[in-house]
């Protein structure tokens, strides 16, 4: 990256630099603390020691660069790298991961198509990997890496913009709980007053009269004759003939009933007639 921000400066205003020594001593400025200022030291203390500076080009200043800054392997530690994890996409936009993995497979020489698409979808998101593949139609081929760099970046732009239309923030929820009901006291009401119940009654307070027993009583008239009214014999034992018409539905009840005792007190002897023997010649 230094390198390249030095290259584009120089390319842009050509006109600030005399000779090719001036844009190497001009890079020299930067390198002020750490392993660049020890090496711009070294590169004084020769030219100090010879008279000669020893970066005559910006050709052989970007050799010594790389020599001294780069890594020994650099191909082999970028291939390491692009077979691990350390890679993928994670938090990153598709943009800055795109950016990084150019970088990755031009310093480890991949130019084959199908592993360039390979490696990037590997190290893409599981959400973005899955609406590519699952494209239904404009699909981009697996031989067609900037295909499916162009995808990449729709769908990333796509996740954003729902992302920013959809409100931050925890929702605020609404508790269902009613709010505290005020207590109403209610005056009080007076007990109602118990009535006593009368007691039992005991044999010394002796039974209360039945009222319609005793009217009963007093209205049949005494028991006697009901043909002619005397009160020393009764209706079977009158001498004079009797009329059934002439009674109530209570006097005929009651004949009734003597005329039933009186016949189921004749004895059985009388009221069957003795058999006659039969005489037998």
């Known amino acids: 990256m230094f390198l390249n921000s030095c290259s584009l400066y120089i390319r842009l205003a050509p006109e600030q630099f005399c000779d090719k020594q001036e844009k190497i001593l001009w890079a020299l400025m930067f390198f002020k603390d750490g ?40 191909e082999a530690d970028t291939i390491n790298t692009l077979e691990g994890t350390s890679y993928h996409q994670g938090g990153r936009t598709v943009n800055d ?8 497979v031009s310093d480890a020489g991949y130019t084959d198509p199908q592993t360039l698409v390979v490696k990037f979808r590997r190290g893409l998101k599981l959400g973005i990997q899955n609406q590519i593949a699952t494209m239904p139609y404009g699909r981009p081929a697996d031989t067609d890496p900037d295909a499916w760099y162009r995808a990449a970046r729709r769908i990333n732009q796509a996740f954003q913009s729902m992302s920013c239309s959809t409100p931050s923030g925890p929702a605020k929820t609404v508790s ?9 006291r209610l005056p009080s009401v007076p007990p109602l007053p118990v009535t006593p119940k009368p007691p039992l009654p005991t044999p010394s307070m002796g ?75």
């Open 97 to 104: 991961y795109l950016d990084s993995f150019q970088t990755l």
């Open 35 to 74: 392993r660049a200022a020890k090496w711009s030291e070294n590169v004084f203390c020769q030219e100090a020691d010879t008279g000669v500076f020893p970066i005559p080009t910006w050709g052989d200043f970007e050799q010594q660069f790389q020599l001294h800054f780069f890594p020994v392997n650099a």
């Open 176 to 184: 269902a709980r009613p709010p505290p009901m005020s207590v109403v």
């Open 207 to 281: 039974v209360p009269m039945d009222v319609d027993a005793t009217r009963k009583a007093r209205s049949l008239p005494p028991r006697g004759c009901y043909q002619c009214g005397d009160v020393n014999h009764l209706v079977r034992d009158c001498p004079h003939r009797m009329d059934v018409r002439q009674l109530t539905s209570e006097q005929r009840e009651e004949l009734f009933e003597d005329m039933l005792a009186l016949k189921d007190a004749v004895p059985i002897e009388e009221s069957c007639p003795p058999e006659e023997e039969e005489d037998f010649v």
